[in-house]
């Protein structure tokens, strides 16, 4: 539920990334509802618009960790679709400064994290002093998978 004409805005520096989000949307016959714009997180986002909800999935593993993962990731997925830098943290830093720029207030962000990044991303977003309520959810597994914030 976006506040401006309805539409949803899909943001991704890839090219490739939106054309398949765009074929996806089409499966699922939602992509009347979408607007996918080519940009750098939140630079591609109009400036004088509020949104209700921001979702992410940022790449989150350590530059150091990629040649570790299963070959199914790391040989079919992009590097830039992974490496979240030295730490795993880079974009969550620019989430926990830029985001509540762009979400209303009551707004939630939801993030997708590493197993072991809840602790690290949680405060990262409370330095912000924008966020309330911020918690992480587990997976079926029982691992940390996702955080969830509600913009004060």
């Known amino acids: 539920y976006i506040l401006y004409i309805g539409f949803k805005p899909m943001t991704d520096v890839s090219e490739e990334a939106l054309s398949t989000a765009a074929g996806n949307a089409s499966l699922n016959e939602v992509n009347r509802q979408c607007v996918f714009l080519l940009g ?30 299963s070959i199914e990731v790391r040989d079919h997925e992009p590097k830039s ?14 989430i926990a400064k830029d985001a509540s720029m762009h979400l209303r207030s009551g707004g939630v ?44």
């Not at 679709?81 to 620019?94: E, N, S």
């Not at 197993?115 to 911020?134: C, F, I, P, T, Y």
């Open 40 to 69: 750098d997180m939140f630079k591609a986002l109009p400036t004088d618009r509020e949104y209700d909800m921001i979702i992410s999935n940022p790449p989150y593993v350590r530059t150091a960790d990629i040649d570790d993962l």
């Open 81 to 94: 679709a992974l490496d979240g830098g030295k730490d795993g943290l880079d974009f969550y830093r620019v």
């Open 109 to 152: 962000m939801v993030l997708e994290i590493g197993a072991d990044q809840a602790g690290s991303v949680k405060r990262l977003l409370m330095k912000n002093k924008a966020w309330e309520n911020v918690r992480k959810i587990q997976d079926m597994a029982g691992l940390d998978r996702a955080i969830i914030a509600e913009r004060k």
